[in-house]
């Protein structure tokens, strides 16, 4: 009976693992296609258009950053 108990614990505790890896995984690639939304879209803006909201195209990849990461 403690056999069973312990490998149903071990796989549980396994699949939570795996659930988190999965769960990172994918919290990543959303943000990895939102930074790459992010740039794309202010890219595509005139210089006239980056300045009315007060950017430069040098500064596009810092505010994507900051607007996605937080940081």
């Known amino acids: 009976m403690a056999n069973t108990t ?8 396994a699949a939570h693992v795996v659930a ?3 769960t ?10 939102m930074y ?8 595509a803006l005139s ?3 980056l300045a009315d909201l007060g950017l ?7 505010v994507a950053h900051e607007a996605v990461y937080g940081v």
């Open 6 to 13: 312990t490998n149903i614990s071990i796989t549980a505790t």
């Open 36 to 43: 790459r939304k992010t740039v794309s879209e202010l890219s």
């Open 56 to 62: 430069t195209h040098g500064g596009i990849k810092f």
């Open 24 to 33: 990172e995984i994918t919290d990543r690639m959303v943000k990895q296609y």
């Open 47 to 49: 210089r006239l258009e």
């Open 20 to 22: 988190s890896i999965f």
